[in-house]
């Protein structure tokens, strides 16, 4: 059973900063990516940021991109999330995401190349 924990969520004017994190609570798995993902209420999921452990290649979501930076530590599972010049569009509930250390390809974009989920932390951007 593995278990992802993040933090870091909370109130911010727009313009403002956040720092999120997660880390695998428990026990560590080696996995071969990890993302974050967020949902605004009546909205779908979205992508939001991933790093792929092997490459360290980043892929963001358009809407993010140059304000958001992912980063982490493979070796212990933990990933953050910078995130800067926030928007009130940027208000929504992120959740942590991490691949299991699955061999094959996968499409880093989709929730369903990630096996294991944080409980999501609120993120709230006041204009």
């Known amino acids: 059973q593995v278990q992802l924990v993040e933090s870091g969520g909370g109130l911010v004017q727009a313009g403002g900063s956040l720092r999120l994190s997660c880390a695998a609570s428990?026990?560590?798995?080696?996995?071969?990516?990890m993302g974050w993902f967020r949902q605004a209420p009546g909205k779908e999921r979205e992508f939001v940021a991933a790093?792929?452990?092997?490459?360290?290649?980043?892929y963001y979501a358009d809407s993010v991109k140059g304000r958001f930076t992912i980063s982490g530590d493979s070796a212990k599972d933990t990933a953050y999330l910078q995130m800067n010049t926030l928007k009130p569009e940027d208000t929504a509930v992120y959740h942590c995401?991490?691949?299991?250390?699955?061999?094959?390809?996968?499409?880093?974009?989709?929730?369903?190349?990630?096996?294991?989920w944080g409980q999501g932390t609120q993120v709230t951007v006041s204009s």
């Open positions: 428990g026990r560590t798995f080696s996995g071969n990516a």
């Open positions: 995401a991490a691949r299991g250390g699955r061999p094959g390809t996968y499409y880093i974009y989709s929730s369903t190349a990630f096996d294991y």
């Open positions: 790093i792929a452990w092997g490459p360290g290649t980043t």
